[in-house]
Antibody, heavy 116, light 106 residues
Framework: EVQLVESGGGLVQPGRSMKLSCAAS????????MAWVCQAPKKGLEWVAT????????YYRDSVKGRFTISRDNAKSTLYLQMDSLRSEDTATYYC?????????WGQGTLVTVSS | DIRMTQSPASLSASLGETVNIECLAS??????LAWYQQKPGKSPQLLIY???SLQNGVPSRFSGSGSGTQYSLKINSLQSEDVATYFC????????FGAGTKLELK
């Protein structure tokens, strides 16, 4: 059974950093691209970033370019999202997802609240 | 970015009814379209990919159609467990989602 379990969310002050993790199991992690998708409270879904199966390519939405870094450790079957210079508008639940263009599997999400 | 305009924003329907949700892309996305169902407090679940392919385990009352810029999700014989918010997503370019359709029971 495919499982994706996010961790690392919480309350953080504007301008500070936070690192999210997503532990994957139930599939061959290094065969798949992975992504982060966020959802602000009571709002819709927004793609954040994607990383290729081997980590060689990364893609970001414009609003996080230069502030967020997606990475992966295939030996640990773990996906990461390093978030720097956080803003109040980054407040959202962050989901990791297995990507094939579409997102077939999602984690339960981890809430990041950016507030002073 | 490719804009996805989803309609209606909300919808009220009776049990057993057929429901249609539409998604209009700002440019041709060549059937690179998925549909998701999200229940309150839960993660989104994939229903349809490639515009009309049913994800494993999804009931056959769900179906997708469309091409070019216009796509739709159809739910036949609405069940109580179908109450949820539905999102479309294109992946022809960097992924973008529709704003969602909240489906309630009448």
């Amino acid at each position: 059974e495919v499982q994706l379990v996010e961790s690392g969310g919480g309350l953080v002050q504007p301008g500070r950093s936070m690192k999210l993790s997503c532990a994957a199991s139930g599939f061959t992690f290094n065969n798949y691209d992975m992504a982060w998708v966020c959802q602000a409270p009571k709002k819709g879904l927004e793609w954040v970033a994607t990383i290729s199966y081997d980590g060689s390519s990364t893609y970001y939405r414009d609003s996080v370019k230069g502030r967020f870094t997606i990475s992966r450790d295939n030996a640990k079957s773990t996906l990461y999202l390093q978030m720097d210079s956080l803003r109040s508008e980054d407040t959202a639940t962050y989901y990791c997802a297995r990507s094939f263009g579409w997102f077939a599997y999602w984690g339960q999400g981890t809430l990041v609240t950016v507030s002073s | 970015d490719i804009r996805m305009t989803q309609s209606p924003a909300s919808l009220s329907a009776s049990l057993g009814e057929t429901v249609n949700i539409e998604c209009l892309a700002s440019e041709d996305i060549y059937s690179d379209l998925a549909w998701y169902q999200q229940k309150p407090g839960k993660s989104p679940q994939l229903l349809i990919y490639n515009a009309n392919s049913l994800q494993n385990g999804v009931p056959s009352r769900f179906s997708g159609s469309g091409s070019g810029t216009q796509y739709s999700l159809k739910i036949n014989s609405l069940q109580s467990e179908d109450v949820a918010t539905y999102f479309c997503q294109q992946y022809n370019n960097y992924p973008t989602f529709g704003a969602g359709t909240k489906l309630e029971l009448k």
